[in-house]
Each structure stands twice: as structure tokens, then as C-alpha cells.
């Protein structure tokens, strides 16, 4: 399991560059995007303030950033991600399993 870095610590630099180079070899489309390392590192720091411990979430949550930039902003799926009661990688996948069951619907 990923041990998140504190925020501006070599470690966390390096982990956010890497999963910038992984989500570029994998969609070479992303290579255009100027910001992309930039909403990236601000993706990550909030999932840390919001208190992801797991890798693999921590990873969903950045692709998710690349597709839909700072859907995590949104008043309503902020609001989810921060309700006590279950784990907020519990709560991400339960908003994330919300918004594909909407998609398929539309």
C-alpha cells in the first residue's frame, strides 16, 4: 500500500511524475495537455487532505483527474468524499460507481 508523502517532499514529487509518465505512455493524446502535471500534483495533495491511504484508489483518483480536471471539486462529490462513516476510498468508489450507472443511462 502507498504511504502517501508529505506534501512537497521529494518522494510524492517523484510518485506524481511517474504516474504522469505511465498515464502518457498509455494515452500519448495526454502529452499535449500543459497542465496536466500541474492538476496532477493538486489532484494528489487533496486525496491526501481527504485522507486516501490506497494505492490503487490514489491511482483511480489521478486517472479520473485526467479525463474529468477537478471533478473532485464538485460541490456534490466533495460533499460525499468528505461524509464520515465510511472510508474515503470506500466513498470514492461509491461516487464513482454513481456517476458510470448515470452515464449508462444518458
Partial sequence: ???PAQPDQPDEQQYI???HNNLIEAHPELAADGGLLDRLERAYAHAVVLGFTDS????????YE???PNFYRQPAIDAWLR????S???RFADVMA???SRLRRD
Avoid at 461524509?83 to 465510511?86: A, D, K, S, V
Wanted: hydrophobic content about 40%.
Fill in 56 to 63: 490503487e484508489a490514489i491511482m483511480q483518483f489521478l486517472r
Fill in 88 to 90: 474515503v476510498e470506500q
Fill in 66 to 68: 485526467t479525463s474529468a
Fill in 83 to 86: 461524509t464520515p462513516g465510511q
Fill in 17 to 19: 511524475q511517474e504516474v
Fill in 1 to 3: 500500500m502507498l504511504e
Fill in 98 to 100: 454513481r456517476v458510470k
